[in-house]
């Protein structure tokens, strides 16, 4: 990959952890985080893999 691909890349996961993070608190804030535990943590694991995925990709631009 260029140094273009991985800062495409980290600029999508920005957008999936953004729009991540917002769901989160919307579920937080209407207490759907109790109703729906299951899915809570799957937005809490997508969030942690996005995460993950977007500093592997910004050391492989930097490094």
Same mark, same amino acid.
């Given at each position: *990959?260029? &140094? ?9 996961? @920005?957008q999936?952890?953004? &729009?991540? @993070?917002? /769901?989160l608190?919307?579920f937080?804030?209407?207490? *759907?985080?109790?109703? /729906? ?10 969030? &942690?893999?996005?995460?993950? @995925? @977007?500093?592997?990709?910004?050391? *492989?631009?930097?490094?």
């Amino acid at each position: *990959m260029t &140094d273009d691909d991985h800062q495409r890349v980290i600029n999508e996961l @920005q957008q999936v952890i953004d &729009d991540t @993070q917002a /769901m989160l608190t919307r579920f937080e804030e209407t207490g *759907m985080n109790e109703e /729906m535990p299951a899915d809570y943590d799957k937005l809490l694991t997508i969030l &942690d893999d996005a995460i993950k @995925q @977007q500093r592997k990709h910004t050391k *492989m631009a930097l490094g």
